[in-house]
């Protein structure tokens, strides 16, 4: 699904980007036992800025966003958000992920729960909002993804594209300040992949601060400020994304992207 020239301008060159640094990472390592997922991860985000990660599977991307959403614990480093250490005896956990929401590539939708009623939980149970509200928000995020239809269908019901839309509304009732994706596309289908993608492109120029961990290159190469290469657990190589998908510098980052120049 690609952009025409001027959209893709139009997304590189939207005045959300600011210069402040909204989360920084630093000397972040992970072991899971003996083996070590990523080692001494320097990383910052800005806000406004649409950061993609790319590597092949296993490089260490998805348990890195799992690190920054405190799904896992580092073994070592430090995060911070907005300045404050994220983790900790007396760290909101939920009050935080309310502010840096995530979109996982299967969904997490509760089977149990209309469309509707899986976007009002967050709200309800964490910001403690009124129902009337959460539900205002909630519909008023469904039609922004183009859901409003579904809004009493189960998620059984449902595409996966569908879903993945879905879950994107569901985190943004939240209101949150970031959003972490991870591969939310790997788990659809080639024709679905399109719908999804459509809808971050829309969050992208609208200014919010979004880290993907994604497989798909042409969206990284037009929608994002930075693109990071990781490789064995380390961040390889980090640039615009000329200089990443143009002009790699790294022998790795090259390797990599040759696979998808006839692509």
Known sequence: MALSAKSVDAVKGRAGVKTDTVLRIEHLSKNFGSHIVLRDIDFSVRSGEVVCIIGASGSGKSTMLRCINHLETPTSGEI?????????VHFDLSQYRAKVGMVFQSFNLFNNMTVLQNCMAGPVHVLHKKK???KQDALFYLKKVGMAPYINARPSQLSGGQKQRVAIARALAMHPKMLLFDEPTSALDPQMVGEVLAVMRQLAKEGMTMVVVTHEMQFAREVSNRTVFMCDGVIAESGTPEQIFEHPQNP???QFLSRFQAS
């Not at 911070?80 to 900790?88: D, H, L, N």
């Open 80 to 88: 911070t958000y907005e300045g404050k250490a994220v983790g900790g």
């Open 132 to 134: 009337a509200e959460a």
């Open 252 to 254: 790795k980052t090259q």
